[in-house]
């Protein structure tokens, strides 16, 4: 058994593409390896910004030899087919054997393979893998046809120790295959021999190069943190800048700057999407949460001066960035966001759709008629849909898309707007993904819901629906926030109402019918909600049990039932009573198709002749009027204790009661009984859907 290393060098890969191709490589080789028949004991991957490095542990140094036994044509079958045979198989005819089979006597050939060395079967391999590597974004060769994310320089393969003789053609060049490799570009230039995985990661951290992409992460982690608490102050929590910046730097040396005083009065958000989005710079806060006048970025280089060069290059950069958003800020609270609307006119929000401002308007009408449900002032909701959309005109949110909502919030507080007003503003675009705030404000959730049932409506309505894994509008977003807008706020109304209001207002021509959208629209909803619950734990089955009764008009109250019919099912009653709806529906089913004229016969309690049937009817008799009066009410754990009642009677029916009773008339009652056993259970949730 031997250790096989390969590093594909190359120019600076995209942090954001480095995890998945180094996950990809890997599964690749070790499926090469795999139908090779040189299975390994481990594999590990590491990616620097430059590299990718696979390593695989317990390679076998050859494959094995392989023998098989091949059957042939009958003895005495035509020629052709024979000579197909042992040419098919590389044998001659004085080496088959005749064999008896028991349905004839047949030729059998026994085919032995010889295996070969592993160092053989490697550059093949490899070169096969790197040829047939896809990447999301790639860049052509201008001589040849090969593509790769960014160039690539080298190639190490060592196997067992020893350079692997083999090079990946371009065209008119190649790439061979070597036993060295590059250390940090600047602090370490020059290339090194190695001669295993320990040798390479010893000699790389001599070079510079933080091979472990884990590592760097916590040297920046632990390092950002250590200079803010120097200051009193607390690293801003950013997983995803943590990982970004992890793969831009193979030495990491995290440095201190200082923020301008003249730039702390813009809005904390504004420098910190500044910072991030274009230095990469990561924010510190004080004890109060409060936005620090300090930051932490991450250099790829050690210096004689400690750094200091770099920051003051780092933060010169920064004033010019904090200047444009200062500059945006000043200007566009010279202007209220009510003088701003007209703009909207101009911009399309769909060319089927209208533009903006007729958006704005259908979403204030809705607004307004939701706020009831939500609680909501209707006048609040009106204006805060009205200016919800103003600030997309604004320089700031030019300059910075992701802010729009957030930048609307502060000018509208400039304006003196209520508070109310300027919150809706800033959260009617939320929740936009599921670890995403939900607003819970009235006068916010009114106006998230009017702007994303417009949007959903807008595009059924236009046949702009999403197909497979395309959605290029974001309805599936729309209609997820939709639900927990309303399950986490507990907004109680008609999604069907609320869908066919939305319709109303859509004053464009071409639009399909009410009821066709209504009706996608709910089912679209109702797969979204399946989706939503199935992330938190809960059965689908369920959900669509209890769907299959009353759909999805009224969310919260879809989810009132689900709990209740899961802690149900969790009990051994449930489960009993589940076993026992499936075996009488099984019993009706079959009956059904064997004798249909026994079926539909209308229940005659006064022929039941057996003490568990006259039970089971006198308590199916009971519980129907108490589960619908419990139903009523809402009380579904009720309606669930109720219905446990039912399981001592149908125990002891089935126990006792044969339901193919010889006489025609006893058996049809019988299953009519197990009918009502079916529709009582029924009032509760379509329990065929529900798996055993």
Known sequence: MAELLIELFSEEIPARMQARAAADLEKDLASRLTDQGLAFTDARTY???????????????????????????????????????????????????????????????????????????????????????????????????????????????????????????????????????????????????VTSFADYAEKLRAAKVVLDPAERRALIQDGAAALAADKGLLLKADPGLLTEVTGLVEWPV?????????????????????????????????????????????????????????????????????????????????????????????????????????????????????????????????????????????????????????????????????????????????????????????????VALADKLDTLVGFFAIDEKPTGSRDPFALRRAALGIIRLMVENGVRLSLATAIENAWDKLDITGKAARDKVTGEVIAFIGDRLKVAMRDKGVRHDLIAAVMSQGGVDDLVLVLKRVDALQAFLAGEAGANLLTAYKRAANILRIEGEKTPDAMGAALAPGLFDQDEEKALGRALAEARGEIAAALEEE?????????????????????EVKVNADEAVIRANRLALLSELVRTMQQIAEFSVIEG
Request: overall charge negative; hydrophobic content about 40%; charged content about 30%.
């Open 635 to 655: 009380d579904f754990s009720g309606a669930m204790s109720i219905f446990a009642g039912l399981r001592s009677p149908v125990d002891a029916f089935f126990d």
């Open 47 to 193: 990616v620097t910004p430059r590299r990718i490095a696979v390593v695989f542990d317990g390679v076998p140094e050859r494959q094995e030899d392989v023998r098989e036994e091949k059957r042939g044509p009958r003895v005495g079958a035509p020629e052709k087919a024979l000579e197909g045979f042992l040419k098919g198989n590389g044998v001659a005819k004085d080496q088959l054997e005749e064999r008896d089979t028991g349905k004839g006597v047949f030729y059998f050939a026994v085919v032995e393979t010889k295996g070969r060395d592993t160092r053989e079967i490697l550059p093949a391999l490899l070169t096969d893998a790197i040829e047939a590597f896809g990447w999301p974004k790639s860049m052509r060769w201008a001589t040849h046809g090969f593509r790769w994310v960014r160039p690539l320089r080298s190639i190490l393969c060592l196997f067992d120790g020893k350079k692997v003789d083999g090079a990946l053609s371009l065209g008119d060049a190649e790439i061979p295959f070597g036993d060295t490799t590059e250390g940090h570009r600047f602090l370490a230039p020059g290339r090194f021999q």
């Open 254 to 446: 995290p440095l201190l700057g200082t923020i301008d005083a003249a730039f702390m009065d813009v809005p904390p958000e504004v420098l910190t999407t500044s910072m991030r989005e274009h230095q990469k710079y990561f924010a510190l806060e004080t004890a109060d949460g409060r936005l620090a006048p300090h930051f932490v970025v991450v250099a790829n280089m050690e210096t004689a001066d400690n750094g200091a060069t770099i920051l003051a290059g780092n933060e010169k950069v920064l004033r010019a960035r904090l200047s444009d958003a200062k500059f945006f800020w000043d200007q566009d609270r010279a202007q209220a966001l009510e003088t701003r609307l007209g703009a909207l006119d101009v911009i399309t929000f769909h060319e089927k759709l209208g533009t903006l401002r007729e958006k704005v308007e259908r979403v204030r009408l809705l607004a307004r008629g939701l706020a009831e449900a939500t609680g909501a002032d209707p006048v609040k909701a009106d204006r805060a849909a009205e200016l919800a959309k103003a600030d997309l005109t604004t320089g700031m949110v030019g300059e910075f898309p992701e802010l729009q909502g957030l930048m609307g919030r502060y000018y509208a507080l400039n304006d003196g707007q209520d508070p109310d007003v300027a919150d809706a503003i800033a959260d009617h675009y939320a929740p936009q993904g599921p670890s995403d705030a939900c607003p819970s404000k009235p006068v916010s959730v009114a």
